[in-house]
């Protein structure tokens, strides 16, 4: 007895159309998020110049930025934050974007107080911020 194929096999295979929509969505993302991150850097902030220093691939989000500009206000992301408000200003940022591994990079112009930088460092203990790094130039050496 011979049966009739009522289907024709048809070779199974992959849409790429959307795999392909997908990967540049996903470097379209990181390219704009990796740009957004150079704008908090102040560029009112001249940095001071250290004998050391290391050169540091940004972490993305998982970094605070503080600025400390010439006229010693303190500048987090787009905002002037008092000093006395800053303990809570840390703690909150900390945990809207990740918690206790957060890491905070002072950037000091070179020109700012150093009370100020040490009252930075007192608003870091005390949002429970213990991870903190600072910002300094290296010159080049000159033959």
């Known amino acids: 007895m011979k049966f ?3 289907h ?4 199974v295979g992959i849409q790429m159309a959307s795999m392909i929509d997908i990967v540049f969505l996903l470097l379209i993302f990181f390219v704009v998020s990796s740009q957004l ?3 908090e850097l102040e ?3 001249t940095l001071p110049i250290a004998d050391s220093s290391q050169k540091k691939e940004s972490e993305g989000f998982l970094e605070i930025q503080v600025n ?3 006229n010693n206000m303190i500048k987090v992301g787009d ?4 000093v ?3 303990p809570t200003e840390l703690a909150k940022l900390a945990k809207e974007t990740g918690g206790k591994d957060k890491k905070i990079i002072i950037r000091g112009d070179k020109k700012a107080h150093y009370g100020r930088i040490m009252r930075i460092m007192g608003s870091c203990a005390a949002a429970n911020i213990w991870n903190v790094s600072f910002a300094t ?3 080049e050496q000159k033959n």
């Open 68 to 70: 400390v500009l010439p």
């Open 79 to 82: 905002s002037i934050i008092d």
């Open 84 to 86: 006395d408000k800053l």
């Open 43 to 45: 560029k009112e902030v």
């Open 137 to 139: 130039f290296k010159e």
């Open 37 to 39: 991150k150079d704008l």
């Open 4 to 6: 009739k194929k009522t």
């Open 8 to 11: 024709i096999d048809e070779a």
